[in-house]
């Protein structure tokens, strides 16, 4: 799963440069140019996704969609989108932090670190949890 959203761009009455994604309408920022907006719509786009994470009843993070014309491709960094996609699979698998925890050998706080998007978790850790769910993360360099 690539979390890469398509993000639109417009101008406002005073200038500012507004950024809103149509897969996630929790978030939306602003920036007084278009580097800044753009820069604001990472962290935008990772504090409204930490809200499906984090959110007590199980909702599914929202697909990307295709990138339209016009539109600027907002990746989530690398290490939110292998939580993303421990939080995807044991979403799929009915899978409670306390039963992952059991799987992991780690207490029950250990394992909800691993699904917060604000904790800076090990990579190889995350890794681990998905390999328990069977998936694997794979690293794609591409051009900007």
Avoid: W
Avoid at 9 to 34: C, H, K, N, W, Y
Avoid at 94 to 119: M, N, T
């Amino acid at each position: 799963m690539r979390y890469v959203y398509p993000a639109a761009v417009e101008r406002d009455e005073d200038g500012q440069f507004i950024v809103s994604f149509r897969d996630v309408p929790e978030a939306l920022t602003s920036g007084e140019t278009l580097d800044e907006a753009l820069a604001e719509a990472v962290d935008c786009l990772v504090v409204a996704l930490d809200g499906y994470v984090d959110d007590r009843s199980p909702r599914a993070i929202p697909r990307p969609s295709q990138i339209r014309s016009g539109e600027h491709a907002i990746a989530v960094p690398p290490l939110i989108a292998a939580k993303l996609a421990l939080y995807d699979a044991m979403r799929n698998a009915g899978l409670a932090p306390a039963a992952l925890a059991e799987r992991l050998a780690l207490s029950e706080p250990a394992a909800r670190r691993l699904l917060d998007l604000g904790h800076r978790s090990r990579i190889e850790d995350v890794q681990a949890a998905l390999e328990k769910l069977g998936k694997r993360i794979e690293v794609t360099v591409s051009a900007t």
